[in-house]
Each structure stands twice: as C-alpha cells, then as structure tokens.
C-alpha cells in the first residue's frame, strides 16, 4: 500500500504496545530452574529487556554457568504462550494513545512478522498498523544493533529527522539512537517532566504521546510527499 506523509512514528512491540514482558520473563525464570539454575526475575528483566529470545536465552545460561540445550528456544516460546494466555494485554493507555495519532505508525521489533500480528490482533491493535512490519527476522538484524532502524527509514523513504522511536527498553533505546532517530523512552515508572536527554525524551504515561508528537513532529500536509509501505 502508498500512504502519503513526510513522517512516521516507529513503535517498539514488546512493553511499548503489548504487555508480554512480565510473561517472557516468568518463561525464563521457569526454563532457567529447569536447567539447574536460579534468578530473580528483576535481574533477568535487567540483563535481556529487549534482546531476541535466543541471545537472552543464551545469556541466561552464560550467567548461570550452563550449555543452552539444544531445544531452548521452543521450550521457551511454548512457556512464554503459556503465561500469555492468562497475561497478554496492551500497555496501559496505548490504545487511547494510537486512535489520536494521526500519523502513520509502523511496528520496529526484534520479534517475528507472525509473532508481531498474533500480539497486535489479540489485544485489537492490529488495525492502527495497516502497513509493513518491520521484523529482525526478516532483516536478520537485532537491535541494539541500529540497521533495523535504518532500514526501517529507507524503505519507508523518511531522513532520520522525519521519524520519532517508541521505546521501552534500553536496548531499543540505543539502537534507535545509533540509526540518528529521536526517541521516546517509555518508563511506567517515570513521574517527572517529559523532558528531553539528548535525542531521547523520556516519558511515563502513553497518553502523553500525542500531545509529545504534536510538539516534537510537526505533520506538515502541505509538502507531503510519498511514504512508500513494502
């Protein structure tokens, strides 16, 4: 499809959209007892928030002392479903959020394409996402590393000033900073101004993001020009 915009709003899945986090990290503690180790699960969230499921599988069993079973992978996503049944539910106020964001909005996450509208649809957000994901797997590049950003902005034919990130994680966080994107960082816990450190912006409430979007990029209709969706 051809939307017409000079600017796009690029959002993190995983604690920016959905609510899985807390179930991923319970999956990981359950799998890190049944290879023989112990964590909490505040530390797990500090040492992988953010990583694709293999690297924070395997720095789990680094930080544990043990070789990742062979089968790690699935006995985690089979886990993490699990836990989603009864957990999986959109980030408090981001719904309310989109539907005032005039912008187009596209999804930037280290998860799957599948994965990625499975979590949108069951939490009915699918449809503020009309256009092409932008998926690690179908890159092969993860972020902290800053190419899915890049490649995010040139297919969608936006300079770096023309895109603001939508952030949760410090990872994300780093690697929207390194593509020279503006970034939005998303902290629940975070009662101050929504004031900026540098390029990042940080933030507690989703419902201050369109208030934020209308200061920080102006959607200027009278020198549109195409935003290309692939």
């Not at 909490?40 to 002392?65: P, Y």
């Not at 994965?115 to 957000?125: A, E, F, G, H, P």
Request: net charge negative.
């Amino acid at each position: 499809m051809n939307n017409h915009s000079d600017v796009a709003v690029l959002f993190d899945l995983d604690g920016t959209l959905v609510d899985s986090q807390d179930a991923e990290t319970i999956a990981l503690q359950c799998f890190t007892r049944q290879v023989g180790g112990t964590i909490f699960a505040a530390d797990i969230a500090e040492l992988v928030a953010g990583r694709r499921m293999q690297e924070a599988i395997d720095m789990l069993c680094a930080h544990i002392g043990v070789d990742p079973p062979a089968d790690a992978l699935p006995r985690v996503r089979q886990l993490a479903e699990y836990f989603l049944e009864r957990r999986l539910r959109c980030v408090p106020g981001v719904a309310a959020a989109l539907s005032r964001i005039d912008h187009p909005k596209f999804v930037v996450s280290n998860s799957p394409v599948d994965m990625i509208d499975d979590r949108l649809s069951r939490t009915q957000l699918l449809h503020h996402f009309p256009g092409a994901h932008f998926s690690a797997y179908e890159y092969q590049t993860w972020k902290p590393a800053p190419d899915l950003y890049l490649a995010a902005i040139r297919d969608l034919g936006l300079d770096a000033d023309s895109a603001i990130a939508v952030e949760d994680s410090r990872v994300g966080v780093q690697a929207a900073v390194e593509a020279g994107l503006r970034v939005y960082w998303y902290q629940p816990s975070f009662y101050g101004s929504n004031c900026w450190v540098g390029r990042v912006r940080l933030f507690g409430q989703m419902s201050a993001l369109p208030a934020m979007l209308k200061e920080d990029l102006p959607y200027t209709a009278h020198r549109r020009r195409p935003l290309m969706v692939v």
